[in-house]
């Protein structure tokens, strides 16, 4: 609801602090609160149910990169220039970070942010563990449309695929450590600041590859996990362009089931692993008395195929890529409430 509707109707809007959860690569459907009947998403199901679910919320574009620049800039890839995973967000865009912190609030970021660099001034008061793109260059190579004789070879998506199962990437390390600072700063700082602050929390799962822990493995049995839609040989799209993304990313040949299976029970575990990291900032949160005085919201920033169409990755404008989870509760935000609104990224500006 905009604020000039709440002022008409005689109801003040105040100024409240912001726990703002991002996450990297996952895909609406994919949790409780959106109806999934399997993935176990109780932190985030809570949330939902504690204020709004957003049904139709989208990214801006189903790419890393141009993506996390229009939740910066509440501007639209091709109004900034920030396209590409080698062309990111700068600091030159004015952001809601900028304007925030000229307004003398503290606006914190804690993990992934994915811009060019730690050296530019993206417009927080501080960046504790961020992660930028490598070298402030990114990935060059995706520029590169042709494939074949004379081109560098692409990193293979499929050997990052390949990888799903009980294990554990460097991500997850990366996301308790991201945890871990935000619990210290909310304990820290949270009620030392004479204006309400912004804490952005942002993990990079549930990202490829799917290699997860056997606690969270063993609650997804590969063998009970639906296959996609489309994802056979025979049935998945000839469409050129999807065709063209497939081979760039090494599954010219349709994976095996076993494949498709075990890297949907992969991804289900990795969300559980999100939920989990997200419940213990709550309950920081909750244990210091904020959660009266505090919104929390939660999107990603784009979405997974996960075997659907015959793809793996986003950078496609299938519903599994740009559909993205958005829920906000906390002062102001009807509890128990659903939005068949059509929204995006640019209006969380």
Known sequence: MAHKELMRRGQIVE??????FLSDNHTRRMMGAYGHPIVQTPNLDKIAARGVRFDNAYCASPLCCPSRSSLATGRYPHQTGYWDNALTYDGDTPSWHHRLRTQGHAVTAIGKLHFRSGDDDNGFTEEIEPMHIVNGQGALIHLLRATGEGVPPRTSHFEVYSKAGVGEADYQSYDRNITGHAIKWLNENAKKHGKPWVLLVSYASPHPPFAVPKRFYDLYPPDEMKLPVQCTADTRPDHPAVAHIRDINGFED???EEFIRRNIAGYCGLVTHLDEQIGEVMQTADQLGLLPSTRVLYTSDH??????????????MYEHSIGVPLIAAGPDIPAGASSKQIVSHVDLF
Do not use: D, R, T, Y
């Open 303 to 316: 979405g997974e195929a996960a075997g659907n169409h015959g793809l793996f990755g986003k950078a496609v």
């Open 254 to 256: 349709a994976p095996n």
């Open 15 to 20: 100024p409240a602090n912001l726990i703002f």
